[in-house]
C-alpha cells in the first residue's frame, strides 16, 4: 500500500526549449565543391556558421537553456517513454527555478538585442566572402527562437474500467499488462540517478587511487548524489537501498590526511559501490 500511495504522489514534467539554429548549409559553396571533385550531390555539403555562441550572450542563453534542464533532472526520476517522474513535493522547487530562468532568459534576450551588432560583424568576419551567399538572421529572428517550456500532466495509471467492444478475456489481459508496464516504468526510472552515482563513485575511486592530492570536495559530490538516490527512490526499492548502504560507507571514511592504504581501502570500497550500482542498473534495464 505504501508502494502505491508513493507512486500516486508522482506529476509527469515535460520540461522543453528551442533555440536558433547556429549554421546553415551553403548552397552555392556545396555546389562548387562537389563539381570540382565531380562527386555525387549527396556525398558532401558545406555548412557556414551564422551565429556565434562563444562568449556571446548567444552562448549564455544556450547555457542557460541546459542548466536549467540539468536542475530540474536533478530533482526528477527519468521516465523510460520521455519525460520526468518529479513527486509532488517537489514541483513548487522545480517550478520555482522554471520562473527564475525565464526571467533570466529575459534579460539575456535584451543583451543579444544590444550585442548583436558586434556578434554579427564578427560572423560576417570570419565567413569572409561566406557572407554573400548565406542569409544571416536578424537580431529579433535570434531572440524569438529562444524559448523554454514546462508542461505538467498526470503520472501514467494503469488502464482501468470498462473497455467496450473488448471481450472480458481480452479486457483482463489489456488491464493486467498495462499495470505491469506502469509499474516496470516506474521501477526502471530509479535507474537515472543510479547511473549519476556510480560515474560519482567511479570518479572519486579513481581520485584516491591515481590523484595527488585528494579533495573533500569529492567526498562532498558523492554525498549529495548519495542523498539524491535515497530521496529518488520513490518505491523503496531494497536493492536501491543496499547501493546506497554501500556508497555511504565510502562517505563515511572522509578525513584529512589519508594514508596511501587509507585510500586503497576506500578506493576498494568505492569501487565495490560502483560494482553494486552498474549490477543493478543493468537488471532495471538502463
Known amino acids: 500500500m505504501q508502494k502505491k500511495e508513493q507512486a500516486n504522489s508522482l506529476i509527469m514534467v515535460y520540461y522543453n526549449t528551442t533555440a536558433p539554429r547556429t549554421t546553415v548549409l551553403n548552397r552555392s559553396a556545396t555546389g562548387r565543391i562537389l563539381t570540382r571533385a565531380a562527386a555525387a550531390k549527396h556525398s558532401a555539403r558545406v555548412y557556414n556558421t551564422i551565429l556565434s555562441t562563444r562568449g556571446t550572450a548567444v552562448g549564455r542563453a544556450v547555457s542557460l537553456q541546459n542548466s536549467l534542464g540539468e536542475s530540474i533532472r536533478k530533482h526528477c526520476l527519468p521516465c523510460p517513454v520521455g519525460g520526468y517522474y518529479a513527486r509532488l513535493r517537489d514541483v513548487t522547487l522545480i517550478q520555482n527555478l522554471f520562473d527564475d530562468a525565464n526571467l533570466l532568459l529575459e534579460d539575456i534576450k535584451d543583451e543579444i538585442i544590444r550585442e548583436y551588432p558586434s556578434i554579427i560583424a ?57 499495470r505491469a508496464a506502469v509499474d516496470e516504468m516506474l521501477r526502471a526510472a530509479h535507474a537515472g540517478p543510479l547511473a549519476d552515482l556510480k560515474r560519482v563513485l567511479t570518479e572519486v575511486a579513481d581520485k584516491l587511487r591515481n590523484a595527488e592530492r585528494l579533495h573533500l570536495s569529492q567526498f562532498d559530490n558523492l554525498a549529495y548524489e548519495i542523498e539524491r538516490v535515497a530521496k529518488l527512490n520513490v518505491l523503496d526499492l531494497p536493492e536501491v537501498s543496499d547501493v546506497v548502504a554501500a556508497a555511504r560507507v565510502v562517505v563515511q571514511q572522509k578525513r584529512d590526511g589519508l594514508s596511501d592504504q587509507d585510500r586503497t581501502v576506500i578506493a576498494v570500497d568505492a569501487e565495490s559501490a560502483a560494482d553494486k550500482a552498474a549490477s543493478l542498473i543493468n537488471e532495471l534495464g538502463l
Not at 127 to 147: M, N, Q, R
Not at 150 to 162: D, E, F
Request: zero cysteines; glycine letters at 6%; aromatic letters at 6%.
Open 122 to 178: 564578427k560572423v560576417q568576419s570570419d565567413l569572409g566572402k561566406f557572407a554573400d551567399e548565406v542569409a544571416l538572421p536578424t537580431a529579433t529572428e535570434v531572440t524569438s527562437k529562444f524559448t523554454i517550456s514546462l508542461r505538467y500532466i498526470n503520472a501514467p495509471v494503469p488502464v482501468t474500467g470498462v473497455l467496450s467492444g473488448l471481450s472480458q478475456e481480452v479486457a483482463n489481459r489489456v488491464k493486467a499488462e498495462s
